[in-house]
């Protein structure tokens, strides 16, 4: 054990446990963690290796013996049939029929929906009737023929704390600084916390806001593999995941004139957001008044403290997506989640910074057991920090409408996590105001870059620090990005362009808080251009976000005259390809010639070719350029040269797109969403 381990020994005796152990036996079943990790504690609370080792043969007996597994129900209802009663270790749930006048227990895994329960198990354990729990079941069977049903329950125990000490909880975090309960968050939730940076740190308490902080709209989009789902699905069983959404399931049931999901859970939150399936556009409308306010009406006024958290899958570059004028970080997102819906997100997780699940990231030091730490946030949603926040907390002007609520509801979850009964320091509170800024102006820029007018412009969102200077903080992926930075705008005929509301105040100088977020000082400095550099990368056979101007654009900016090689530019579609670059190239302005060496297969090929580059010439001097050509024979290579020393090679040339299955299909005039052939593309810094 090293220090922090013999601390949380100390401090929480009996309420942590060793996180290598759960990682051994997880791997082999799928219980959720809390249920493995009670298990543990029951037969593994020793330092001794033999009897460690005793108690995790244990843990392996009883999961064979007890644990039924969904294809298993039947050989299960057949063991209690034989024996007259067995126990196991299943969720349970309880549900009252009207009409029988009677409440019925269901078993998930054992397969039966009606189960004979006494009235104590359900008096005594509201949850039960709330969406169920994890619990150790004794399961008779019943003999007498004239009942109508044919098991019961004898016995019920819950995997849960039958009591929490608050006090306890409070007055152990005083022993620990700031890092240091960092970290043993970190190691509960099942990674060492020695392999991640601070930035790395602040991602996965983000995945723990809603646990902490009633009503608390969350949103984390990401690559695949990289444990989205897990904090949800696996530690707490206060949490429920869920893959579609509609009013009686959410909300309310008119029917039944019951109350959905946000009534039972502490946590509602939807896997793979992509592939939600909402079912009407009451949802919508009922989504947006609960994550605005925790309340709706749907005949009755209905108040519930559910927050909402949502994860799912970016199957794009996430530079090409901030450097795209036309698509956002929200593009997974149905399309029934409007403007309103995103504006309510109080913070945008960046899973594409969050590592692949890998053994290399997991600890095999203590942490605090799954459900004391679930029991403590669940304690810790009920109290409220924004006094702290509102008389601590000073920001910019560029704070407005839900900002304002969002950020502050970000920082009393952080305060909650990381003091849930004391106060940071002040350089502790501005990294958390710098964190929290940073959530909310991801979605904000989004937001900026959908709405053609000036509502979300003002995302260069600020706090003031304990010198009284004011700092922005940037989000990394977009700090700089024009596109992302100063949107295009949509204008009125004989309209004078007319710069954003934000974009009129000069800034800024670096001055980063911390090397992981990143925040400037105001000054009267403008920020440096990016620079532009070398890139690499393939095109996959069907891929999409792939224009001439994601690929192209940003290195024709100061070009003069571009030549381009091609053996293949002579059929009519190819041809098209050329004009289309022709057009992308007219709209930077700056260059004035183009040059083109390609092939052909016959001289009628070629006739026909240069009737069609003759049209283009004729079009492109309207606009400044010259437009030559030349046929050769030898002709091989397919590159891009321009005059300001860029060399841009794309293995198919301007031939990278399927072709659509029919012209009247989406795609097949946008070549944005136009799906893709597999090429190489590599672009080369060259002497001009």
Known sequence: MDDLD????????????????????????????????????????????????????????????????????????STVQQKGKHKFIDKVHVTYKEKEKRHWAEMENFGSRRIAIPEKFYRDNDRLLEGGIWAEVTVGHNDIDDDDYAFYIEDLRPIQLSKFDSDAFYAGREEFTRDEWMDALMRSIGLEPARMTSRLKF???????????????????????????????????????????????????????????????????????????????????????????????????????????????????????????????????????????????????????????????????????????????????????????????????????RDELAVKKTLAALL????????????ELEEYMAYALEGRRRVKEQLNKRKHDDEYARVNLSYFNDEGKEVIVWCPESKGVEATQKPTRQKLPGTPDIQPVENMREEVLVDDIKPEISAEIVSDKKPAQPELKEEHYTIFYGDTGHSYQSIFGKYLKGCKSIYIEDPYIRSQHQIQNLVRFSEMAAKVGSVKSIKLLTGSDSQYQQVEAEEKFTMLQESLQEYGIEFTWQFSDTVHDREVKLDNGWLIKVGRGFDIYQKPDNWFTIGSSDYNIRPCMETKVDVFRVES
């Open 6 to 77: 013999k601390k949380l020994n100390d401090v929480y005796p009996g309420r942590v446990v060793r996180k290598d152990l759960l990682h051994r036996i997880k791997k082999g079943t799928n219980v959720p963690s809390f249920v493995l990790e009670f298990l543990l504690a029951k037969y593994c609370a020793s330092d001794d290796p033999d009897e460690i080792e005793a108690g995790i043969q244990a843990v392996f007996e009883t999961l064979e013996k007890n644990y039924v597994r969904p294809d298993e129900a039947n050989r299960a209802q």
């Open 203 to 401: 991602h996965y308490l983000a995945r723990l806001f809603s646990f902490v902080e009633a009503n608390y709209n969350f949103i984390e989009l990401g690559p695949r593999g990289t444990g989205k789902s897990f904090v949800f699905s696996e530690f707490s069983p206060y949490a429920t995941l869920v893959s579609q959404a509609s009013t009686p399931t959410l909300f309310y049931n008119n029917a039944r004139h019951k109350v959905g999901l946000v009534g039972f859970w502490d946590i509602v939150a939807f896997d793979e957001v992509a592939r939600v399936k909402v079912k009407d556009k009451e949802t919508v409308d009922i989504l947006k008044n609960y994550m605005a306010n925790g309340r709706f009406s749907r005949g009755v006024e209905v108040i519930a403290n559910a927050s909402l958290a949502f994860v799912g899958n970016i199957d794009y570059s996430i530079q090409q997506l901030v450097n795209s004028t036309q698509y956002d970080l929200f593009i997974p997102l149905p399309k029934e989640f409007d403007l309103a819906i995103m504006d309510r997100f109080f913070t945008y997780m960046p899973g594409w910074e969050i590592p692949k699940n890998s053994s290399e990231y997991l600890t095999g030091n203590y942490g605090f057991i799954t459900d004391y730490l679930a029991e403590a946030f669940h304690l810790l949603a009920k109290q409220s920090r924004f006094d702290y926040v509102t008389k601590n907390c000073k920001f910019g002007s560029s704070i407005e409408g």
């Open 416 to 427: 909650k996590l990381l003091h849930p009964a004391g106060e940071p320091t002040r350089k």
